[in-house]
């Protein structure tokens, strides 16, 4: 073993002040969210009655490079901040591979993920701007989570859409929210017209992300007080979420260590884009060049097998349009899929990134990451979300890789967040009772179909 | 707000390599264990049928002052310690209290809790004897989610009896443990002769601490290659909860902080008796004083209405007596507590420590204990487990006493874990359907009526 420490924490006075905006380094700048009833860019304005002013602001900007965190945020980021930067000594060894592997682990809050780098800023213009509450949607139940502690701290009342299928899947992450005060309604839900007319087109429904998100947009706009937050996919997450790769890279600094590859799970790209978001900056600028990876699940693949087009983001069909690589918006991933990782878009900033081949993607299937969970669990000790061991997975593919070829790589990871609410899922593999979800080509060709 | 940071890590290289046996300091030694049968002290042969060899020597050492940690003990610890102290800045803000508030966080682990400590010391005995196995009980979940994950990692097999109500009430505790390989049993059991002669004693018994213990011992005992471990009580794994205190007296020494007040909770003695050991120590060679305060639970009040007296450790009667605080072995808290602190005795150490004032103990009731956890998970953003919540509910006592009476005081309590697998509790708690449970005098005289 070397001289790097198993896990590298920054002094909390070199824990980084700004968040770093990719897209001002970006020579092509992301497609502007389009008006859905004029397909012009929505302006300031329009945005502003469904999101927090200042929020607004960082969606739109392209150009300036760092926004410097308010002191408040920086305040509360430092009761779980910084994150470890973990060398993987152990699941080196376990797989016996000349790479170097390293880890951000994002999980060590009660929240359990990184959302809440986001939720807390979030909370706190809402705060500033004198609303009352904010409404969101919530799939596997982390971003709801984080976004109930935020409000919690600042004392907003928050209001939650969690997709049916979760709500009943995950009594406790429900109790969580409660703990923390929110109030949780399943998606589709008859407490909005939007929630009523899918439940009157699709009797039974479980829910999907695109329908709570539809629920929660509506919930807002028709409230005094209130607006719509997002945990993934705007600008404004990424933006939040650079606080991951900024710890990353000056840990790496002070380790003297470049990392060769960077892995991150991808569902709307929250993760994904702040883990790279520094280290993305230097390819751009050509100063440093790195392998980036995004990793999907097989059931969802929007990278993978998705198209570069405008969509809708949400399933009502109220939401901003954006670009981006999409499955359509009627597309719901198989009720069999465990974990977040679910939303049929991505990020506008990452699907223009991969259409100009800065990053690549691979899609993995949902048994095989289980297994890397499961021997992750047992080598490093912390019990993996299923989204994250997405990123595990193709980390030890990587490693053996390595192995076959015998190149001494540094493999480096996005550890999102913990699995404590994904037994149930956990069950599933332990009884072999988990299956791979995979669509047809049939399956996906019907919802893009309805492109707008 | 002050210089001291939020958290303090010690840096990897300043981690403890020794743990502190506190009995070397001790002029009043801990009364040793007696031998069933004879009612003779136990000798290192006879605890060997039932212990590890080198776990024995530990636990009959009274004068070594330092035990070094073995390398493949101090290589796990790196995958999760050092162990945050925290400064409760937003906890003291919130209260309102000129009292400086410092936690020792423990639940930085899959386990989620201390536990792992002594899980990971005692699995690796086992395996350096060329054991097969271990076998134990569990309550809530955490030592046998701590003893799973440690076996997994040295490839121990793993045998877990877990009290009933716990078994059916926690089956994602149970899950977590079969991830990690564990095989475990509901107790008691048809599974060991004692386990049958309580079901048939006792039918529809929901099981105790004391029930599982039996089991796990004699299954221990009549299968070759097995021995038995546990989680608390025993001055071995008071040993190795050291490390718990040891790096919080040296995180105190490098903020230049000097604890006032110490607070832990107390079911068998393994967060307590760890977390005040150097501070104990101190104490006992009168270089320094400080208050130590135990708080158990008002539903098992060993300390504050137990007896100081030899008695059983299990339910069953085949394990050696012990001379402790006790409320008999046939006392059996509420199913209505949540969380664990259910069992009967204390540590020896820690008991007589007690006898001798060198510390306070404090009981709470549950309403309580939870009010203070909810206060707590959304002021400092840790949701905690109930056991830790006990200490919780005594330092914010404590602290509004320092309101009261207008002076700084600096209260430092530990926080052993998380409470992800508690959230059926929490429900209860936030449907106000929770009750306290304190047993009367005659709940409490009739097992008393049975000591040896």
Redesign the interface.
Known sequence: MSDV???T?L???DIPTSWYNLRADMKNKPAPLLNPATRQPCTADELGHVFCEELVQQELDNDTKFFPIPKEIS?FY???RPSPLVRA??LEKALGTPAHIYYKFEG???S?SHKLNSSIAQAYYAKKQGLKGVTTETGAGQWGTALS?AC??FGLDCKVFMVKCSYEQK??RR??M????ADVTPSPSDTTDVGRRILAEHPGTTGSLGCAISEAVEYAVKHEGYRYVLGSVLNQVLLHQSIIGLEAHRAFERLGVKPDVIIGCAGGGSNLGGLIAPFMGEKLRGEKDYRIVAVEPASCPSFTRGVFAYDFCDTGRICPLAKMYTLGADFIPSANHAGGLRFHGMSTILSQLYHDKMMEAVSVEQTAVFEAA?FF???????PAPESSHAIRAAIDEALRCKREGIEENIFFGLTG?G??D?VA??KY?DRTMTDQIPTDDELAVPRAKLP
Chains 1, 2 share one sequence.
């Open positions: 420490p198993y896990k924490y002094p909390e006075n305040d430092k009761m779980y000594y152990f060590n809050n009660t359990g502690m919690a701290f009594p406790f109790e969580v409660r703990t923390y005060g499961e669990a047992r080598t490093e000790g912390t019990l913990t404590y609410f037994l956990y069950q332990n």
